[in-house]
């Protein structure tokens, strides 16, 4: 092509054939690529959220960069909160654990004989009673600290997962946008490096020479041709980059990055809002902890005729030391009378003769409930009515104001039993008249008491009253005083003449014991089972390990288990089960079905047995070795013949649930109660 046929245009005209209009977006070849598109205007609210600096810099390239940062501190700060509730919770917890701790152990002290009772023991217990309370509030609030940590958890784990999905999101568009703009600026480089040459090109000598190629030499008109066509090809590449860069700058304005910073921003508004509240939640309930605690240790006044709990003041200036002091002293005065009679009786005797004249009531125990040590005791089958079934977290003990009343739990801790009011001033129920020289004649003038062993714990409950047997309540009450201690209590037997005679007065009173043993009851002054108090070891001779053999003798001779035949294949099929919670809440729900009475004593006896295991460092028992003692043991074959016979029996039988139709579930009952012992509390703290 000839150069003076070829249009000649300036540079100016040159670069104008590059320039590119559309739709309002201007890009050339000098300037650099100009957005005009008509943005949303920012809403006309003049709130902070909505202002137009705001605006501005969320519909900015960092602004999805800057919402981002920003949630990443919210969670942050929702984590670090999360973190300081759970060692709040773990702090209160371990708090109130040990202050519950304490009052047990407190409760379990004030009744020893060794500490002072009366009106001070009352008080006491009140003080302590009020720390246990305090102890309940704390347990909730660290309950409701620990709900709190996991909610915070939960919600900064969803939030940061929807923050890293749109991290992604916008990030990724603004990235393709960057390319494609960075792409645009290379063609335009590329673009204006032709433009030059070509301009050179046409403003050079066109008799210079010629310039080679690859093909050979080109004329200098043949070079300008050529770079036309390239600047031609350079600028439809050019125009072409900047169409894309704009409709992917368009989307990203008008679709992704709005998209993207409005889920950022809800996403920054829900987890400050959900930490707000649980901050809320926090100081509420640290007012309610406070102000619970305060009415604990001073409650409010109630209105006229409406009775309100004595404040922690009131309690402990209510002791009264000197009716105290004189209450004690006072309950000496039936030894003094006892020691003037045997200095009498004492003068008047010369020689050691004894004469035992039993002079028995209407009321004495037929030949067929003698003692099952000499024979056995024939079943007493009184009718009385039954209680009916009890919905789970719901118990009604009926009392009697006698003192084997049993009383419930208190609030917030372990149920305990209640404490024994054992008259001081009893007199002597024999008369001691003299009959010659020589000679006393010891008349035991009081009525045979009805039997206690081999009688259905509804029958006792119709009878006396009380949902616990005294002799239940007996037992427990010494070994607790007496047997924590003892190296294998509940293992080791007794003796067995002991347990004869304990048996003995439980059940017939003082009629049917030997000489010896009666006059030995009668000087400290036992006649009838109302009047033992085993907090006097003297009651038991000093024999604790014979204490626990009557209890298990007790069980052993209910006509009905204490866990029932009704239940007994119930409590072997929840005994099978593999995991522990579900064999826990299993055994719980069959608990909950038992008789009344059953499930009260079965009660009072797992949580004296607790105790025991609580000291099992001392007495080596502990929850496995109990289980056996209580659930089977193999029954020897020999009959009772002898003594040691008894003993064995007494050790080698069924104790809580009776004997099953197939000997290999006996291991399955000892599983029963070694996993009642093992969740004592879970089982019996709420009932």
């Known amino acids: 092509m000839d150069n003076t046929d070829s249009p000649r245009r300036s540079s100016a005209e040159n670069r104008g054939l590059l320039n590119v209009t559309d739709g309002g977006h201007t890009f050339n070849g000098t300037d650099s690529y100009q957005d005009n598109v008509e943005r949303p205007a920012p809403p006309q609210d003049a709130s902070v959220e909505n202002s137009a600096i705001v605006f501005g ?17 919210s969670i942050a700060s929702t984590r670090e909160f999360a973190a300081f509730l759970k060692k709040r919770s773990v702090m209160e917890e371990e708090h109130a654990q040990g202050l519950k701790k304490l009052c047990r152990s407190s409760h379990e002290s004030v009744r020893r004989p060794d500490n002072r009772q009366g009106d001070f023991s009352r008080h006491y217990n009140e003080v302590i009673n009020i720390h246990d309370r305090m102890a309940d509030n704390s347990v909730k609030f660290a309950l409701s600290m620990h709900q709190m940590h996991e909610d915070l958890h939960d919600m900064a784990t969803n939030i940061e997962r929807g923050r890293k999905q749109w991290k992604q999101t916008g990030l990724t568009a603004e990235k393709r946008v960057q390319d494609s703009e960075s792409l645009m600026e290379k063609a335009k480089m590329k673009k204006d490096s032709l433009t030059e040459d070509y301009d050179r090109a046409r403003t050079g000598d066109k008799q210079s020479g010629r310039v080679f190629g690859l093909k050979g030499p080109k004329s200098a008109a043949q070079h300008e041709e050529d770079l036309h066509r390239k600047v031609q090809a350079a600028d439809s590449d050019y125009t072409t980059k900047v169409q894309t860069a ?45 102000l619970s605690n305060g009415l604990c240790v001073s409650p409010l006044k109630g209105r006229d005729g409406f009775d309100t709990p004595k404040s922690l003041r009131d309690v402990v200036y209510g002791i009264d030391n000197v009716r105290d002091l004189n209450n004690y002293i006072s309950s000496f005065s039936s030894k003094t009378m006892m020691t003037s009679q045997q200095h009498a009786a004492a ?77 001081t001033s009893i007199q002597p129920p024999l008369s001691t008249p003299i009959s010659g020289p020589g000679s006393v004649v010891l008349n035991t003038n009081v009525p045979s008491p009805t039997p206690v062993f081999g009688v259905s714990l509804d029958d006792l409950l119709s009878r006396d009253g009380s949902a616990i047997p005294l002799v239940v309540y007996q037992c427990i009450q010494a070994v607790d005083l007496f047997g924590l201690d003892v190296e294998g209590i509940y293992r080791l037997s007794g003796s067995a003449i002991h347990i004869s005679n304990l048996w003995e007065i439980f059940n017939n009173g003082l009629h049917g014991l030997a000489p010896q043993t009666l006059l030995m009851m009668l000087t400290i002054w036992i006649a009838d089972p109302s009047q033992v108090d085993f907090r006097n070891p003297e009651h038991f001779f000093h024999d604790v390990n014979s204490v ?73 028992m502990n929850a496995g070795n109990l289980a056996i003692c209580f659930g089977y043991e193999p029954s020897s074959p020999s009959p009772l013949v002898s003594v040691r016979s008894v003993i064995d029996e007494m050790r080698y039988s069924p104790t809580l649930m009776g004997t099953g139709p197939n000997i290999a579930d006996a291991a399955w009952q000892v599983r029963v109660i070694e996993t009642i012992l093992q969740n004592t509390y879970q089982i019996f703290d709420d009932d």
């Open 57 to 73: 810099v969320l519909q900015s390239d960092i602004g999805v960069n800057t919402l981002l940062s920003r949630l990443k501190q």
């Open 246 to 290: 704009r409709n992917q700058r368009q989307e990203l304005i008008d679709l992704q990055r709005p998209q993207a910073v409005k889920a950022i921003h809800s996403l920054i508004t829900e987890c400050d809002a959900g930490l707000s509240l649980q901050l809320q939640k926090f100081a509420s309930f640290n007012e309610k902890l406070l």
């Open 347 to 423: 003068g008047s005797q010369s020689q050691g003769t004894i004469e035992h004249q039993y002079m028995p009531a209407e009321n004495t125990v037929q030949p067929a409930q003698m003692n099952p040590y000499g024979q056995r005791l024939s079943q007493i089958q009184n009718q009385s009515p039954t209680f009916g079934q009890r919905d789970p977290g719901e118990m009604s003990y009926p009392t009697s104001p006698g003192p084997q009343a049993f009383t419930p739990t208190s609030a917030g801790g372990p149920p305990q039993l209640p404490h024994v009011q054992v008259s």
């Open 548 to 620: 626990a053999g009557l209890l298990k003798q007790f069980f052993r001779e209910l006509p009905d288990p204490l866990l029932t035949n009704e239940h007994f294949q119930e409590f072997v099929e929840a005994a099978r089960i593999d995991d522990d919670i579900t064999r826990r809440d299993s055994l719980h729900a069959i608990i909950n079905s038992l008789p009344d009475p059953n499930y009260a004593t079965l009660r009072a006896l797992i949580l004296h047995l607790y105790r025991v295991q609580d000291h099992s460092g001392a007495n080596r």
